[in-house]
């Protein structure tokens, strides 16, 4: 089992990852990247998360950034949303739509750009106790 399941929208993303990753491995937590869009592959996302043990996901999304939200609602670990800084509105879209869950959908939502990719790293971190 690892301790952390990143799981973001589209293979195009991972490069973006980068700063996560390496504070990952600084803070020596194993961790899993996976691709499933909450829009594309809705059917394959529900059937992984009923079946993945993890203690914690994050979930790195631009543009409307359901993946977040449907995550949260699927599951009782601790879910950490990244927005993405990609389209036109340059991640301040999926900032909002990370921000404004409903009730009983809790996210952690870390910020834009590089320094929200190693906060979620962080955060991660503390609530695994490294």
């Known amino acids: 089992m690892d301790d952390v399941t990143i799981i973001i929208g589209s293979?195009?993303?991972?490069?973006?990852?980068?700063?996560?990753?390496?504070k990952l491995t600084e803070l020596k937590i194993n961790y899993s990247i996976k691709v499933?869009?909450?829009?594309?592959?809705?059917i394959e996302l529900l059937d992984f998360l009923k079946s993945n043990k993890t203690k914690v996901y994050i979930t790195a999304a631009g543009l409307a950034?359901?993946?977040?939200?449907?995550v949260a609602?699927?599951?009782?670990?601790?879910?950490?949303?990244?927005?993405?800084v990609?389209?036109?509105?340059?991640?301040?879209?999926a900032l909002l739509s990370i921000l404004q869950m409903p009730k009983d959908v809790p996210i952690a939502t870390m910020g834009l750009g590089k320094q929200g990719?190693?906060?979620?790293?962080?955060?991660?971190?503390?609530?695994l106790g490294k």
């Open 11 to 22: 293979k195009n993303d991972m490069p973006l990852l980068e700063p996560l990753k390496e």
């Open 36 to 42: 499933y869009s909450a829009h594309r592959n809705l």
């Open 65 to 70: 950034a359901a993946l977040p939200g449907v």
């Open 73 to 84: 609602s699927q599951v009782k670990e601790p879910v950490i949303g990244v927005p993405l």
């Open 86 to 93: 990609v389209g036109e509105l340059k991640g301040i879209d």
């Open 117 to 127: 990719l190693i906060n979620a790293g962080l955060l991660a971190g503390r609530i």
